[in-house]
T-cell receptor, first 113, second 113 residues
Framework: AQSVTQPDIHITVSEGASLELRCNYS??????LFWYVQSPGQGLQLLLK??????LVQGIKGFEAEFKRSQSSFNLRKPSVHWSDAAEYFC???????????FGTGTQLKVEL | EAQVTQNPRYLITVTGKKLTVTCSQN?????MSWYRQDPGLGLRQIYY???????DKGDVPEGYKVSRKEKRNFPLILESPSPNQTSLYFC????????????FGPGTRLTVL
């Protein structure tokens, strides 16, 4: 069965600093990987996804993520954080066939001004 | 506007009183799914549907029912709600196959007393 681990429950960064959110997955085959963001009181919005090809993927809002098969990781990065990035971030892994998406427990990002 | 809608957005009820949370999407998506979100547990899939009249259990289906009589609607039914079903519920939809972006509804906060 697939699983996702987000080891950091809370992260605080200063506005303008760089950000890296960690995600490790477990899945027997090539995974489909996603990062979602949830702003307070909102649903989830897709930031980026990886299916195959280039292991560095670009997303919306200036985010990027790198797939590292050897480390079973899909870490999310942003070079300069804005106060509006404060939210909860979820990593998710999907199996092929479109019938299951497993989420991590989320990382709450706080941005200090 | 392309969207997933859920009703009601907030609901307080009592143990054992049957309730239905509606979910509707206007994007002609084949795939629809229900998740519950609990602190420290992330999102867990309750049920999903690959198309009309095709539904299947997710990770936490106990105490829930669903139906998919029309492509656009995917109601979540709690026949006898219990306090452990107090949670934040999200409906999502997407095209198939291969995990095109899942669009999430705004969420329904349910409290069972």
């Amino acid at each position: 069965a697939q699983s996702v681990t987000q080891p950091d429950i809370h992260i605080t960064v200063s506005e303008g600093a760089s950000l890296e959110l960690r995600c490790n997955y477990s899945y027997g085959a090539t995974p489909y990987l996603f990062w979602y963001v949830q702003s307070p009181g909102q649903g989830l919005q897709l930031l980026l996804k990886y299916f195959s090809g280039d292991t560095l993927v670009q997303g919306i809002k200036g985010f990027e993520a790198e797939f590292k098969r050897s480390q079973s990781s899909f870490n999310l990065r942003k070079p300069s954080v804005h106060w509006s990035d404060a939210a909860e971030y979820f990593c998710a892994v999907g199996a092929g066939g479109g019938n299951k998406l497993t989420f991590g427990t989320g990382t709450q990002l706080k941005v200090e001004l | 506007e392309a969207q997933v809608t859920q009703n009601p957005r907030y609901l307080i009820t009592v143990t054992g009183k049957k309730l239905t949370v509606t979910c509707s999407q206007n994007m002609n998506h084949e795939y629809m799914s229900w998740y519950r979100q609990d602190p420290g547990l992330g999102l867990r899939q309750i049920y999903y549907s690959m198309n009309v009249e095709v539904t299947d259990k997710g990770d936490v289906p106990e105490g829930y029912k669903v139906s998919r009589k029309e492509k656009r609607n995917f109601p979540l039914i709690l026949e006898s709600p219990s306090p452990n079903q107090t949670s934040l519920y999200f409906c999502a939809s997407s095209f198939l196959p291969n995990y095109n972006e899942q669009f999430f509804g705004p969420g329904t906060r349910l409290t069972v007393l």
